[in-house]
């Protein structure tokens, strides 16, 4: 067998060199983890929001699946809930509203890494008391609820960010920036409730629960005494290369995540008679249950083309979604149609939460390109509605005898997405 000529072995060591750079020297897809989070945070606080008048009949005291229920059933299966931990209404009342808060504060970004974990907590709980209450929406926010855990996804449209900016600002201008307290706490918070649960075994059977939270918990007390010891030491860069690639390891998991999720339903589609022949979307606009605007349904299920070409539609985009990643154009074109097939479904079958959540997870495929277009749009927007003008924005300084001054900008030299590093030790 002939060695491949030098050149060639040259070129592949430089791009495997350049692979493993793009991988451990920064975050990837930060953009899209934002999103992500926003979406999945946003889609489970409007729906405990919207449930908050049933709560004690789908998940607490008078559910018809019985605390003792959940009781026999978590001890056979293993599963993670607080709420099995006492059957007190108080103790239910506790975790419905710190689910509340943790999704509400997951949403905006702040102190993200504590709030992923008492989000992750909340979810797990309330999902795991009783199983049988949900869709196929609520074990996609299950899933990506542990998936957040390992990513970066505060690096821009959050607290976190603006905070980082501020103290980037600060330390330009020569001045020490706000001694961090809150983190800290939470740590020290955080740490108190680990202990002893993980003492008693309140993590039931799941042993991958604990690793997880303590390595996280152990890791953040280390990231902060490293940059407070020594911010420019090796350990440091090693610390921040371990966060990168559990950050890419967790995107790509959500990626093969969502092409399986698609995958698998397209192709059991195509095995049903009602696919194949095109009527299958007929049954469902002419159920009841399933029909919040009886009128818009029964005018699309009387044109048996429409009813044809969208059951055809959505068989053949799942099923090609996974094959046009390595193309650009066609898999944004399938991304729109796949948003827009969601929305109907939202909007048609009256089921916007599981919409709210396959469209949260679609949203790691959108170009960055256009999140970026996005999100200044919606800054100037917010600006625009709140009569002040645009953050970073150059205003013209005092004039002086020997010409115009150079422009101010509004937040000195803060990063304008706020990528700041991070480091502070709950982010």
């Not at 008492?118 to 979810?123: A, D, N, P």
Request: aromatic share 10%.
């Amino acid at each position: 067998m002939s060695t491949p000529p030098p050149a060639a072995a040259h070129v592949r060591r430089r791009t495997f060199a350049h692979a493993v750079q793009r991988v451990t020297t920064g975050p990837m897809g930060t953009y899209q983890s934002a999103v992500l989070r926003i979406g999945v945070s946003a889609t489970y606080l409007l729906f405990l929001l919207r449930e908050l008048p049933h709560r004690h009949e789908l998940y607490g005291p008078d559910s018809p699946w019985r605390w003792d229920m959940a009781r026999r059933l978590i001890s056979g299966n293993e599963a993670f809930t607080t709420l099995m931990w006492s059957d007190s209404s108080l103790w239910f009342e506790t975790v419905y509203v710190l689910t509340l808060v943790a999704s509400a504060l997951l949403l905006v970004g702040w102190r993200t890494r504590a709030t992923a974990v008492l989000f992750m907590i909340g979810v797990l709980s309330l999902q795991n008391r009783s199983i049988f209450m949900g869709d196929g929406g609520d074990n996609v926010i299950h899933l990506m609820a542990i998936y957040l855990l390992l990513t970066r996804c505060a690096r821009v449209w959050s607290l976190d960010a603006r905070r980082e900016a501020r103290k980037a600002a600060h330390e330009a201008e020569g001045r020490s920036p706000v001694p961090d307290i809150t983190g800290p706490v939470l740590w020290a918070l955080l740490g108190c409730v680990l202990l002893p649960a993980t003492v008693v075994g309140g993590f039931g059977g799941t042993w991958w629960l604990p690793a997880l939270l303590w390595v996280l918990w152990l890791g953040n007390g280390i990231w902060w005494a490293v940059n407070r010891l020594g911010p420019e030491h090796e350990v440091r860069t090693l610390l921040d290369v371990l966060a990168n690639i559990a950050h890419h390891g967790a995107l790509f998991v959500i990626m093969a995540e969502v092409c399986l999720i698609y995958a698998t339903a397209g192709w059991y589609k195509i095995q049903g008679s009602l696919w194949q022949d095109g009527t299958a979307l007929y049954y469902p606009l002419k159920l009841d249950y399933f029909t919040p605007w009886q009128g818009v349904s029964d005018l699309l299920a009387s044109s048996a083309l429409i009813v044809l070409a969208l059951t055809y539609v959505t068989v053949i985009v799942q099923v090609a979604f996974p094959f046009t990643l390595l193309n650009r154009k066609a898999k944004n074109v399938l991304l729109v149609l796949m948003i827009g097939e969601h929305a109907g479904i939202a909007v048609l079958l009256g089921l916007p939460f599981f919409s709210m959540a396959m469209i949260s997870v679609d949203a790691v495929f959108l170009p960055t390109v256009f999140l970026v277009w996005l999100g200044d749009k919606v800054s100037r927007g917010r600006h625009r509605l709140l009569g002040r003008p645009k953050a970073g924005a150059a205003l013209p300084g005092p004039r002086s005898p020997a010409g115009p001054a150079a422009p101010e900008s509004l937040e000195g030299d803060a990063p304008r997405h706020g990528g700041g590093s991070g480091h502070t030790l709950v982010e």
